[in-house]
């Protein structure tokens, strides 16, 4: 059978049962295992278990149930894995082109059943089971095998050979992807289809009448010339379902979620995102995403010329493979690159039910302000789009609007979402000049802190080993410290936290000398730290980033050069998990978390800017504060100046502290 034959056949069997009015016998069953985990958004596949040059698939043709926004519910036959939780649609099966793939079928539906594979240029050979229309059939509680050479890459569709009409309505179909020999990060075996892998995206499109599926699970009769699909799905949910994510525990039959989300292309990674798109169901689908626009580079698992598209109609049967990328040709940006025209003040906006996906800001990355009492669904900034049928009856849930066949087109801001301090904390400094706001962008204006100082209220001595201080405020509560008076370095080796202090005299290649009374005792360390706020439960893949520099002096509006005794600083970041917000409310808190390499800490920084960046791969959730807390997130400066010889104080300027991550 020809790659192009099935489709033909498909509808010609679905039109004959219309004019013969079928009717089809029904039986009821149901399933109860538990969903696979999955990754939260793009396409999942599944593997199967590789054995040398052959991929096998155990699937189990079996009933459950799916749900839809509008609460109800619709009884669904589905392939599902051997041994795994009931799922609509089927598995996503992935191999390797020159693989030879296996699946095992095995029947728990009262009838018979089976699996196509169109498109496939080799042979599909079949044990087991009986012959049937199209191949060979599972019998009820009995199993088929199919065996065929996955000879050219592509997206692909599977699907019941048996009984079409009923059976692919009813929800037996899945997608195939057969992936080139060219390289995990090619659609195809051409340069020109390179794509993003983390940007993969399967939009399987199907219709539903809740009618005929009531009838199956009745064991009644339908009419199929009563044909009348009120569902339209897309990945086995409807809008707004498609947009939660992979594996969402509202959803526990229907895994795969259709949210599209990508980032405005860079110079760090140019390449665009993929959408392979198929059509289960029996008619026709117009389809289109707002304000963009695709290049189809594919139809039915063949390579096309590569054409740019407004909106294409997806045939019944047919799978096309589309490339989407975002260029940010203006790049708007209220600081540098202001939009020409005012933006509409927020009191004269209106939203829907008091909800918007709008973050209140024209600007990509930027929230803004928005009418109270308004719900926002917007993480950190990011620009929505629709991607619908355009077929607007099908854009909806049993004919009401707007649901069914759509999804959202999520653009987040370039590298993810991006965070800049909305205040500080002096816990071991205090300010010399300049606010929290300099720590927005990377400029000539400077967050500037100097050490923290007290006083000795009465003469020093140069043999005294225990001297008493004004005010221990902000000073280390716990641990050994330098602290310089005069021209001597001491070391506070007991009564920290208290204003009686143990210390070693004539540190740091200084003499021990005495001291009058009121002399200043001046730290060698600053310590402070910014809060970001609006960090969303869920967040992945933190970045934090820091730049400044150190200054030999306290005083004044010029940086002065250090070339000797540079300060080393540690960047640390708090994790909530430790002790709360108790855990990080000193210098010394249990809470604060050193930043692995790279870079390494601590860094040598003089008086010329420095510029890090660590990454925290995978959940941020230990370092978003809950509750009151809430979304908080905490990132401390230490610098000290603790090396011979006879180190003299210093000021910190900061210049910039962002943090990036990836929103859910």
């Known amino acids: 059978m020809t790659r192009s034959t099935l489709p033909r056949i498909r509808r010609s069997l679905a039109g004959l049962a219309l004019a013969a009015g079928l009717l089809v016998p029904v039986a009821t069953l149901t399933a109860d295992a538990q969903p696979e985990a ?31 926004p509008d609460g109800n519910s619709v009884f669904t036959w589905s392939y599902s894995p051997a041994g795994g939780h009931f799922q609509s649609p089927g598995p996503v099966l992935c191999t390797t082109q020159g693989q030879t793939v296996v699946v095992h079928l095995h029947n728990n539906l009262p009838e018979a059943t089976s699996i196509v594979f169109p498109g496939q240029d080799g042979t599909v050979a079949a044990t087991g089971g009986s012959a049937g229309l199209l191949t060979t059939e599972a019998s009820p509680a009995g199993d088929v095998t199919y065996t065929f050479p996955a000879g050219q890459p592509g997206t692909y569709l599977y699907e019941s050979g048996s009984d079409v009409a009923k059976q692919i309505e009813m929800g037996l179909a899945g997608a195939l992807i057969v992936r080139p020999t060219l390289g995990a990060d090619f659609a195809y075996n051409d340069t020109g289809t390179q794509f993003a892998p983390a940007r993969e995206y399967l939009l399987l499109l199907s219709d539903i009448d809740p009618d005929l599926h009531h009838a199956i699970e009745v064991g009644g009769t339908y009419d199929v010339n009563s044909l009348r699909n009120r569902y339209f799905a897309i990945n086995g949910r409807e809008f707004p379902d498609t947009i939660q994510d992979n594996g969402s525990a509202l959803l526990p039959n229907q895994p795969y979620g259709a949210l599209v989300r990508l980032q405005p292309s860079s110079s760090a990674d140019n390449r665009p995102a993929l959408i392979r798109m198929i059509n289960v169901g029996a008619v026709n689908h117009p389809f289109h995403p707002h304000g963009n626009h695709t290049r189809q580079i594919a139809q039915d698992g063949r390579l096309v010329a ?11 049967g047919q799978t096309e493979d589309f490339l989407l990328r975002w260029d940010d040709a203006d790049n708007w940006n209220p600081t540098t690159n202001p939009l020409p025209v005012a933006q509409p003040n927020y009191r004269n906006v209106f939203f829907k039910d008091g909800n918007t996906w709008y973050s209140g800001s024209p600007y990509l990355g930027y929230k803004g302000t928005l009418p109270v009492g308004t719900t926002s669904q917007n993480a950190c900034g990011e620009w929505y789009f629709p991607l619908h049928s355009h077929a607007l009856n099908e854009f909806t849930n049993f004919d009401q609007g707007f649901g069914g066949m759509g999804t959202l087109l999520r653009v987040d801001p370039a590298g993810g979402c991006f965070g800049s301090p909305t205040s500080s904390s002096l816990i071991g400094a205090t300010l010399k000049s300049g606010s929290v706001a300099a720590l927005g962008q990377s400029d000539d204006v400077y967050y500037q802190l100097n050490p923290k100082t007290t006083t000795r209220p009465t003469p020093t001595t140069a043999g005294q080993l225990s001297i008493t201080v004004a005010s221990a405020a902000g000073f280390p509560s716990t641990g050994q410290y330098y602290v310089r008076i005069d021209n001597e ?23 021990a000398a005495s001291h009058l009374s009121g002399a200043v005792v ?8 910014a809060a970001f706020g609006g960090v969303p439960a869920g967040s992945t893949n933190l970045k934090v980033i820091y730049e400044g520099r150190n200054c030999g002096s306290t005083t004044g509006t010029a940086c002065v050069s250090l070339t000797t005794n540079v300060p080393q600083q540690t960047v640390k970041i708090c994790n909530w998990t430790i002790a709360g917000a108790a855990g990080c409310s000193s210098a010394t808190s249990a809470g604060w978390t050193t930043l692995l390499a790279p870079p ?18 995978g959940p941020a959730s230990a370092y978003v504060g809950t509750g009151s807390y809430a979304g908080q997130l905490r990132v401390l400066v230490h610098t000290q100046r603790y090396t011979a010889p006879a180190p003299t104080t210093f000021s910190t300027w900061g210049d910039l502290m962002k943090i990036v991550y990836d929103a859910p």
Not at 39 to 67: E, K
Not at 306 to 313: A, L, P, V
Not at 522 to 529: G, H, K, P, Q, S
């Open 489 to 511: 370095i001491l070391l506070v080796t007991g009564g920290q936290g208290t204003t009686t202090w143990t210390v070693s005299r004539g540190q740091l290649g200084t003499a």
């Open 522 to 529: 001046t730290a060698l360390a600053t310590d402070w730290y």
């Open 306 to 316: 590569s054409t740019e598209h407004f909106g294409e109609t997806i045939g019944s």
């Open 38 to 68: 999955v990754p939260p958004i793009g396409m999942v596949c599944t593997t199967g278990t590789v054995a040398g040059s052959t991929t096998t698939f155990d699937l189990v043709a079996s009933a459950g149930t799916i749900d839809t």
């Open 600 to 617: 390494t800490q601590p860094q040598a920084v003089g008086s010329t800017d420095v510029s890090s960046t660590w990454t925290l791969s």
